[in-house]
């Protein structure tokens, strides 16, 4: 099993932050709007420095997505920036009209996705988006894992004509991919193995990288992948690996229904009938509490993942 | 000068394509298109300086958004009179493969459309979003919208009147269509709102707002040159237009039957008798 050095422990959003800055440095038709959560959306470094081209819209993210829509006519490239929650759900016939059907290079870029917002519990834990946005047409729809990939993966979508949603998270984790290897559309192998394969997104990508040591002390060969653009999803890689390890293991931050397993699954009771156990939330809402203690209860924690690896090898 | 005559000839043409077009496949929005003819005429004819070659980006030119997407069969007429497609294609309205969708839709790159629109509220947002980019762009051009006035019952507009007057977007003319009709009634029954109480909530928000009579070119073509004649002041303009759902056609007209329904083939004959052909019928 392949070790990574944690090169630090930083929130994703961050990386967004950090991204969007070096975007407002580096491409002119940047604009960034933000509905009243600068500071949650680490937008606060854009906004000081390119001022004209950061718009507060205030709490009125259904606004947001429209005047996003038009701010694309004339060359535009916006960012808007609010939680997942109120990115997604909140707005979706916006997105669906004035983003998606419309064709409109909009980048709909949210924080605070998942159980692990925490504490404020389940109004605003959204476990749905990703099934949201990867049902419209035209879009196109990343989870990245670290601090390093959020960065590269917001850098990345400004030269992405399209929509593009792209759904990051509040707590602090472990940063541990090489900045230059994101490419949209491009899973990332975390540890070639042959007896399983686990397909995570987001937050699971180091739960599956911690499971695949526990496996690997078991004398289980586990192949890891970071599927970070959940749409399109990169069927190749997929395909390869579960050729080779002909059963399966999704991990992801979101709803069973709807999520990278449910992709995954389409894509191989299509081409490829194979075992496949899901890490996800089953059809229910989350709760208050630390992030930690949400990703035990629901079981979205490394345990979770080294379980679900057991019970779909018993399957093959 | 604006030549009315000239206008009201074109008008009278392109409530013929309307009705020919709704009749045509037999479904589609007549009253309110009928009802906004005259300033769809107006605005592509007189008031805008626009390119019919279209490009997406509208860079220099003045750019329309039509909120109320349902009075699509009026605003494919006036772009194909206007050149922006061939008149003939408005035969294919709302039929299978057409560039003509029941709505107006950016997806089959029908030119002259910018955005899609049919689910309601969503068309002021976009418009402030335009006029921004066209103040980044240092691009001297208006944004125009046109709104329904039962549409102002979504919420999302009420967050695009509050943001527009925030940012002073002041090279943004909205005109809203007070028929004071919707499909359950007359908007005052529905939801408590009327040409008179739309222009005091917008004008609380921070609008400039000017009324016209949408059925007259005249007042239309002076309200409109006085309306541009009032951007680049820090304030978005917002024109209350009354107008008739169905005008001229005496059987249609202020009522909101006609709101979403074809006219029969004698219907149809009769309608015809009362709009002269001014050009040659699609």
């Given amino acids: 099993m392949k070790t990574y050095e944690v090169q630090n422990i930083k929130d994703t959003r961050s990386g967004f932050g950090a991204g969007l800055h070096e975007l407002g440095k580096s491409n002119p038709n940047v604009v960034a709007l933000c509905a009243d959560l600068i500071g949650s959306l680490k937008m606060d470094a854009f906004q000081k420095d390119f001022p004209e081209r950061f718009f507060q819209v205030g709490i009125a993210e259904a606004n947001m997505i429209g005047v996003a829509a038009g701010l694309t006519i004339g060359g535009k490239i916006p960012f808007t920036g609010t939680f997942a929650n109120f990115s997604t759900g909140r707005v979706y016939d916006q997105i669906r009209q004035s983003v998606a059907y419309s064709n409109k290079n909009v980048k709909i870029c949210a924080s605070h996705a998942g159980l692990t917002l925490g504490e404020d519990g389940a109004t605003h834990q959204i476990l749905e988006d990703i099934g949201l946005m990867k049902m419209l047409p035209n879009m196109t729809v990343i989870n990245p894992c670290d601090y390093n990939q959020t960065k590269a993966a917001t850098i990345a979508i400004a030269n992405h004509v399209g929509p593009v949603y792209l759904r990051f998270g509040r707590p602090a984790v472990a940063n541990f991919t090489d900045a230059n290897s994101f490419q949209i559309g491009k899973a990332l192998m975390i540890n070639e193995g042959t007896d399983v394969s686990i397909f995570a997104t987001g937050h699971l990508v180091w739960k599956a990288i911690e499971a695949g040591h526990i496996l690997a002390a078991n004398g289980i060969s586990a192949e890891i992948i970071n599927i970070h653009t959940i749409k399109p999803l990169d069927e190749k890689a997929v395909m390869d690996s579960v050729r080779k390890t002909r059963c399966v293991v999704t991990a992801e931050e979101h709803q069973m229904n709807g999520g990278l397993g449910d992709s995954i699954c389409q894509l191989l009771a299509r081409n490829f009938p194979t075992p496949v156990e899901m890490v996800a939330v089953n059809d229910s809402f989350g709760e208050s509490g630390t992030p930690d203690e949400l990703m035990k209860k629901y079981h979205l924690d490394t345990p979770d993942v080294v379980d679900a690896v057991m019970r779909v090898l018993k399957r093959k | ?282």
């Fill in chain 2, 1 to 282: 000068m604006a030549n009315i005559q000239e206008l009201t000839q074109l008008a009278s043409q392109i409530r013929r394509d309307t009705l020919r077009m709704v009749h045509g496949c037999k479904s589609g929005h007549p009253g309110g298109s009928l009802g906004c003819a005259d300033f769809l005429t107006a605005l592509y004819f007189e008031v805008m300086h626009h390119d019919r070659s279209f490009k997406m980006d509208g860079v220099g030119e003045d750019v329309f958004f039509l909120s109320n997407g349902h009075i699509s069969p009026v605003f494919y007429s006036v772009l194909a009179r206007s050149g922006y497609f061939p008149v003939d294609e408005l035969k294919t309205f709302r039929k299978l493969n057409t560039r003509l969708q029941g709505h107006p839709t950016t997806a089959e790159h029908l030119p002259g459309v910018r955005i899609a629109s049919g689910s309601l509220g969503q068309g002021l947002s976009v418009a402030a979003g335009a006029a921004l980019t066209k103040k980044l762009n240092n691009d001297d051009k208006i944004v125009y919208a046109l709104m329904g006035d039962g549409e102002i019952e979504e919420g999302q507009n009420w967050e695009a009147l509050m943001f527009a007057a925030h940012h002073k977007i002041d090279n943004l003319i909205v005109t809203i269509d007070s028929n004071g009709q919707q499909i359950d009634g007359s908007t005052n029954d529905v939801a408590g709102i009327d040409g008179k109480n739309i222009e005091a909530k917008v004008r609380a928000f921070g609008w400039e707002i000017l009324n016209m009579n949408g059925n007259d070119l005249q007042s239309i073509v002076d309200t409109m040159a006085k309306a541009k004649s009032m951007t680049g002041k820090g304030k978005p303009i917002f024109i209350i237009m009354k107008t008739e759902m169905g005008f001229p056609i005496d059987f249609m007209v202020g009522s909101h039957k006609w709101h979403g329904i074809s006219p029969s083939d004698a219907e149809l004959e009769s309608a015809l008798q009362q709009l002269p052909s001014t050009l040659v019928d699609y």
